[in-house]
């Protein structure tokens, strides 16, 4: 069965720095793409990145310039450079994968940024 796995959110001051990970087991096949969606209570979760297998990569305005996103298909994981963070991207991070058109979810790790 395919999971998802996310580390390495916590507490930081706004202009910081946090790297997300994201591991992925259960599946001997490479994801299709991988993402990073964030979600705050109360609202829906939206997009932060996207990248597909080969490496083009897809990025929410909000994050672009700060934010990197990048994969090692080898060992099927995924990271999120995350710099210069603002209050504003305190949330839930989860790690999404797609792999032959079904959809897996990480249980979120949580980022928060104080002013």
């Known amino acids: 069965q395919v999971q998802l796995v996310e580390s390495g959110g916590g507490l930081v001051q706004a202009g910081g720095s946090l790297r997300l990970s994201c591991v992925g087991s259960?599946?001997?096949?490479?994801?299709?793409?991988m993402g990073w969606y964030r979600q705050v209570p109360g609202k829906q979760r939206d997009l932060v990145a996207r990248i597909i297998s080969g490496s083009s990569t897809t990025y929410a305005d909000s994050v672009k310039d700060r934010f990197t996103i990048s994969r090692d298909n080898a060992k099927n994981t995924m990271y999120l450079q995350m710099n210069s963070l603002k209050p504003e991207d305190t949330a839930v991070y989860y790690c999404?994968?797609?792999?032959?058109?079904?959809?897996?979810w990480g249980l979120g790790t949580q980022v928060t940024v104080s002013s």
């Open positions: 999404s994968a797609r792999l032959f058109g079904g959809d897996y």
């Open positions: 259960g599946t001997r096949f490479t994801f299709n793409s």
